[in-house]
C-alpha cells in the first residue's frame, strides 16, 4: 500500500520556466519530508529536506511546499535547466526511520 | 568521502541460483536500508538496520529474501532462489542516525539485477 504517491508520471517544462512536482501521502505520523532526483544508472541523490514544523524551504532554485492538511508536498524549480531533466522522488519518514519513497516523476526540461 | 558502495553493478543469472548483493555504508552512518525499484513501486523499501541489528524486515516480500548487517560496514541482501519477478534495481543506502531529524538517506548506485 503506497504511503507516499506521485500521481504524475512524467512531465515536461520549458527552459527557464517554473517546474512543480508534486506529492501526495497518507500517514499524519510523517514529520520528515525529501525530495531526491534521480540520474539513469546512478542513485538517487539528495535534493532538499522539510520538517513538518515548517510550511516551505528554500534552496537556491529549489523550493519545497508542505500542507499538512492536505498531506500534500511539492517542489518547484525556478528556473528550470536542462540539467535538471531527472526523475523526482518525493519521501517521507517518521523520527528519520523508515523513508518511504513515491513511484517518482520524470522531469524533461526542453531547451 | 567514498559514498555508499555497492557490488556488484550488474549482476544476470538464472533462476533458481542464489544471488548475493553486497553494501559497504558510509563510515560513521548508523541506519542502513536495503530498497528495490520497480516501474509499478519506485522505490521499495526492503529492510532497514540501525546499529547492524534489523529493524523491520516487512519489505522483505518473500522468505527467498535474506539481509544480514555483520558489522558496521558490510551488509548483504541474499535471495536464494532467485526468480525472474527478482529483476529489478537494489539500492543501498545508510544513514547518520535512525532516530535524528533532517538525516537524509545517501544512496549507493545500485545493483540491477536480471534473473532469466
Known amino acids: 500500500d503506497q504511503q507516499v504517491k506521485q500521481n504524475s508520471p512524467s512531465l515536461s517544462v520549458q527552459e527557464g520556466r517554473i517546474s512543480i512536482l508534486n506529492c501526495d501521502y497518507t500517514?499524519?505520523?510523517?514529520?520528515?519530508f525529501l525530495w531526491y532526483k534521480k540520474y539513469p544508472a546512478e542513485g538517487p541523490t539528495f535534493l532538499i529536506s522539510?520538517?513538518?514544523?515548517?510550511d516551505k524551504n528554500e534552496d537556491g532554485r529549489f523550493t519545497v511546499f508542505l500542507n499538512k492538511s492536505a498531506k500534500h508536498l511539492s517542489l518547484h524549480i525556478v528556473p528550470s535547466q536542462p540539467g535538471d531533466s531527472a526523475v523526482y522522488f518525493c519521501a517521507a519518514s517518521r523520527y528519520g526511520n523508515q523513508f518511504y519513497f513515491g513511484t517518482g516523476t520524470s522531469l524533461t526540461v526542453i531547451p | 568521502d567514498a559514498g555508499v558502495i555497492q557490488s556488484p553493478r550488474h549482476e544476470v543469472t538464472e533462476m533458481g541460483q542464489e544471488v548475493t548483493l553486497r553494501c559497504k555504508p558510509i563510515s560513521g552512518h548508523n541506519s542502513l536500508f536495503w530498497y528495490r525499484q520497480t516501474m509499478m513501486r519506485g522505490l521499495e523499501l526492503l529492510i532497514y538496520f540501525n546499529n547492524n541489528v534489523p529493524i523491520d524486515d516487512s519489505g522483505m516480500p518473500e522468505d527467498r529474501f535474506s539481509a544480514k548487517m555483520p558489522n558496521a560496514s558490510f551488509s548483504t541482501l541474499k535471495i536464494q532462489p532467485s526468480e525472474p519477478r527478482d529483476s529489478a534495481v537494489y539500492f543501498c543506502a545508510s544513514s547518520p542516525s535512525g532516530r535524528s531529524y533532517n538525516s537524509p538517506l545517501h544512496f549507493g548506485n545500485g545493483t540491477r539485477l536480471t534473473v532469466t
Open positions: 522539510i520538517s513538518s514544523i515548517k
Open positions: 500517514n499524519s505520523m510523517f514529520d520528515y
